[in-house]
């Protein structure tokens, strides 16, 4: 039986709606773990060792976040510098993400519009990702397009339903990936 682990990171957990609604719409799913790095180190402290074990243990990663910045929240961006080492994501015997798809889910405050060349962050969400993109080469993992989440400012709690089933099926999708 495969295993996905589910890596979310956000600054302030209890202050999410949409990461939430969609962190709880993924943690019944059998042979998920759901991993809230936040909750686990808000002193950003990573345990190397218990993270490099995780991604062991599981066949494909999902990193979940709110955009910040154009990027992911700190959290994220820490992890990625301690638990990604030489020799273990990357290098000539780093293999151990090898063939592991990687799923980002991403919510934004922009809409898909203002994610194009005319809207008013100028560039594809898709395109701002490819520090993910680049990540995933490196290690080995098998990038999937991007589940986006757009336009969350103003989502109604009808909508934010519909989108955190969308996310649902899209990570046990990953079980046949
Ligand atoms: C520090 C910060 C930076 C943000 N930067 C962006 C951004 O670059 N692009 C964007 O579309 N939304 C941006 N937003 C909006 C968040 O993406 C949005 O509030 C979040 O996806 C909502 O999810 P949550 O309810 O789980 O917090 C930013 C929000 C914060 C607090």
Redesign the pocket.
Known sequence: MSRILVLTA???PD??????A?IEAVRPLPGVTVHELMRSYPDYRIDVAHEQALLQSHDALVMMF??????SPAILSEWQDAVLTYGFAYGSRGTQLHGKPLQLV?????DRQ??SAQGY?RYP?ADLLLPFQAMANLTGMDYLPPHL??G??DLSDARLAQEAAGVATRVQALFTA
């Open positions: 956000h600054r302030f202050e999410s709606r949409v990461n939430r969609l709110p955009f910040y910045w154009y990027s991403v919510s934004t405050g922009g203002a994610y962050n969400a989440v757009q969350v400012n």
